[in-house]
Each structure stands twice: as C-alpha cells, then as structure tokens.
C-alpha cells in the first residue's frame, strides 16, 4: 500500500498526468451521471427537433430522431471505454501469464509463443475484424475479440523481454537451486518485479482497445444500435456532416480526449516508474 500511494504522489507530481486524470474523471462521471442528469436518454427519440442545433437546453443538439446527441455521447463513453478494459484486461492478463511461463519455462515454448506473436502482429485490425465478425457476428463480442487479439502480442512481447531481465537475478536463481516450485517462483518472484511494465502497457493498450472499437463501429462491424459507441455515433452523423456537423463533432472531440487523455496518463505512469524513460 505504501509503495501504491508514493507511486500515486510521484504520478500526480507530472502536470499533463494530472490533466490526463482531471479530464478522465470528468468524463467517466459523468457517463456515469448521465441518467440522472436533465438531458434526456440516448434512446428518446422527438426529446428535441431533428437536426437541432446545440443550445443551452440541448449542449451537443439533437440527431436525425430528435434524440438527444450528449445523452448517446455519454453513453458511447460507458460502452467504448467499458468495452475497450474489460477486452484488454482479460488479453493482457492472458498474454503477461503466457510469456512468464514460455519464458521462464523453456525455450522451445518461448519461441513459439514469440512466433505466435508475429502471426498476430501480421493481421491489419481491420482485416482481423472483418474475419472475427464473419465467423461470429457484429456487435460487441465481436469488438472484444478483435482488440483482445491486437492487444495480446503486444502485452507478450513486453511482459517478456521484462521477464528475460528478471529471470537470471539471483533471487530467482537462489529459488530454483533451493526447490521452490515453478509456480511459485512464477507468483512470488517473477511477477512482481513485471508488473509496473504490465501496468504501464495496460494504459497504452486501452487506447488502442479505444481506437480499434470506434474503428470497427464506425464500419458499422462492432457495437450495433440501439446502443451507441463513440464510433458508431460519429458514423451516424456521417450523412449529416454538411447540414448538422454537431453530430461528429462531439463524439470526435470526445474520443480524441479520451484517447489523448489514456496515452498521457501511460506516458506519466512509465516516466515515474522508468525515470531512464525521461531522457
């Protein structure tokens, strides 16, 4: 706990990380807040006139139905952020146990998991999410799939090259000469001494979870209506781009925020944890 708060002290010492965190903060809140805020529901169609310009009653306007645009952009925040680090938690879990263990383990599984990893890192997203949505099907599932496989190799190829730094310490030699068992030494020894650079990496893949999502919902392959994403808000306006461009230009904003935001707070997060980084 001590180690959790000087590092947290150390993270809020960086400016752009404390602006990172404000404007996180405030827009998960007020996701969060949306369904009991006086802005009507993402999915209230005629709350206001078609194609209404934003005013002081309607902040961001009002789509083709007359629905409410800031309701379905706090919405598209839940669903897009929600989506993007639950995906990228269970892929980065997964892919920080397989390159311990093959690492560690032997060098013939090293190497296949590292060649795996190179498959991976062949498919463009895109292609990957045309192929996982024709052997699935739109929609959420679909979108997890897609960034937990792009977000997977990448967590493998840094939780190893951090495993090969740790593995020839001498604790760890001290323990495999005394008896202790392989997973324990994985547990005990191993992975605390990988898990700031599995942190680190975990911020810098929910931005690109991010960007993968909104990518595959703006192609109309990821979240599907009637609930809203980030992506598929700003393919909905799309059409309505000349006549009502309100209805791109605050899902833009507010992804490239988030995204903006994510990347900072990962850039502070590995200079305090990495201060060679700074230079």
Not at 154 to 168: C, D, F, G, N, Q
Request: glycine share 8%.
């Amino acid at each position: 706990m001590k180690g959790a708060a000087a590092l947290l002290r150390a993270l809020m010492h960086e400016r752009l990380t404390r602006w990172a965190v404000v404007v996180l903060l405030i827009l998960l809140a007020a996701s969060l807040l949306a369904p009991v805020l006086p802005i009507g529901r993402p999915d209230q169609i005629g709350f206001g006139m078609r194609l209404s310009p934003p005013s002081w009653l309607v902040p961001f306007g009002c789509d083709q139905l007359g629905r409410p645009v800031l309701a379905r952009v706090l919405q598209g925040i839940q669903t897009t952020f929600l989506l993007s680090t639950v995906a990228v938690l269970v892929a980065g879990a997964l892919g920080a146990l397989v390159a311990m263990a093959t690492t560690y383990g032997h060098p013939t599984a090293d190497e296949v998991a590292s060649r795996g990893a190179d498959i991976l890192f062949s498919f463009p997203p895109i292609l990957l999410g045309i192929l996982v949505v024709a052997v699935i099907a739109p929609g959420m599932l679909s979108a997890m799939v897609v960034i937990a496989f792009i977000t997977f190799p990448t967590m493998l190829r840094v939780i190893r090259a951090a495993t090969l730094s740790v593995m020839k310490r001498d604790f760890v030699v001290v323990a495999e000469i005394v008896g202790v068992s392989f997973p324990r030494r994985l547990l005990v020894h191993i992975l605390p001494n990988v898990v700031e650079a599995f942190t680190v990496q975990i911020i810098y893949s929910i931005s690109v979870g991010m960007i993968v999502e909104s990518g595959l919902s703006f192609l109309g392959i990821g979240v599907q209506p009637p609930l809203a994403s980030l992506g598929s808000l700003l393919r909905d306006g799309l059409p309505y781009i000349e006549v009502a461009p309100w209805l791109t230009l605050g899902p833009g904003l507010t992804l490239a925020a988030a995204i903006m935001a994510v990347n900072l707070l990962g850039d502070g997060l590995r200079r305090v944890v990495d201060p060679a980084s700074r230079a």
